[in-house]
């Protein structure tokens, strides 16, 4: 039998996770925020995941970072500017050689969380898999994509991958998870920020080639000084086709901000103006996007870090 995943986070991802895997018969727990949480989730009968029009309940038991069993895998897929914090309160229960695989947006989140569970092996995820929450406990599976998977320190992959092949998860292990982080960092580098400015779906950032073309430049100059020359590669041409496949898509951020709620724009546009700043590069239209965002995320009483 699988050993227990545990997903802290009921977000888009995480439930996505935690149903497929379920359906599959791998044992899942679900960590949710506190007791009242757990009562409304509990109140709800487990998670539901809506695909092809249908809308399916997975009763899977749910628990808070209290609770005494021991964890060997962790799925940690909160927000970036939660990560730290939610992994620090669960580090007690962390058994040895446990697991962790980090579904995080941006960069920045995975090293601080590393930094936190020295005993345990931190693996990075990079995904392309669309989802979306139509209600507390549900999500939408909008649409298929890939799943890279790396640890950069132990390039060894596990066995428990078999468990995302059961569960119908399309992944596969890389070597170089940071050319892969890199690469999703600067997409949505150059196509949230803007969709939230210009008010649009991701297909209205057609009507803003220039300015998407400008972007693209930017970030390709810091791939290339940061060493990530893989990353850079044909940026602007992988930017535009991802607008046109996803135009009827709202961006992640676009969505944050619909909600009033927190962006994730300290590990995106602030992480990329951060390390250009430490290389000593003047990418002026990256850091004009990041202070205009921030003044648009102020005017809505939304923070910015």
Not at 139 to 150: Q, R
Not at 184 to 192: D, G
Request: proline share 4%; net charge negative.
């Amino acid at each position: 039998m699988s050993m227990t995943w545990h997903v802290l986070g009921a977000g888009s991802l995480g439930t996505l996770w935690a149903t497929r895997l379920a359906r599959a018969g791998v044992p899942v727990r679900l960590i949710v925020r506190d007791e009242q949480r757990l009562q409304a989730y509990r109140a709800a009968g487990g998670l539901t995941l809506v695909e092809h029009g249908e809308a399916k309940l997975y009763e899977i038991p749910g628990e808070t970072s209290d609770s005494d069993e021991p964890i060997n895998r962790l799925l940690v897929a909160c927000k970036a500017y939660d990560a730290v914090q939610a992994v620090a309160r669960l580090a007690p229960r962390l058994a040895p050689g446990a697991e962790l695989i980090l579904l995080q947006n941006g960069l920045g989140s995975q090293d601080a969380v590393a930094a936190q569970v020295p005993q345990a092996r931190c693996i990075s995820a990079s995904s392309t898999e669309g989802a979306f929450r139509d209600g507390d406990w549900r999500v939408v599976f909008a649409g298929h994509g890939y799943t890279w998977l790396g640890d950069a320190g132990h390039p060894v992959a596990p066995i428990w991958l078999e468990d995302l092949t059961a569960a119908g998860i399309p992944h596969e292990w890389t070597t170089d998870i940071l050319t892969r982080l890199w690469r999703k960092l600067a997409l949505n580098c150059a196509i949230n920020p803007l969709t939230v400015l210009h008010d649009c779906r991701n297909g209205g950032l057609q009507q803003h080639h220039c300015e998407v073309a400008t972007l693209c430049a930017e970030l390709t100059e810091l791939l290339e000084r940061c060493g990530q020359p893989a990353a850079a590669e044909h940026l602007q041409q992988e930017v535009e086709r991802v607008i046109q496949a996803t135009a009827a898509n709202y961006s992640s951020m676009y969505q944050d901000v619909a909600n009033q709620r927190r962006t994730e724009i300290s590990y995106l546009l602030g992480h990329v103006c951060r390390v250009a700043a430490r290389h000593q590069l003047n990418l002026p239209h990256l850091n004009q996007l990041e202070a205009r965002l921030t003044a648009h995320l102020h005017s809505l009483g939304l923070p910015s870090d």
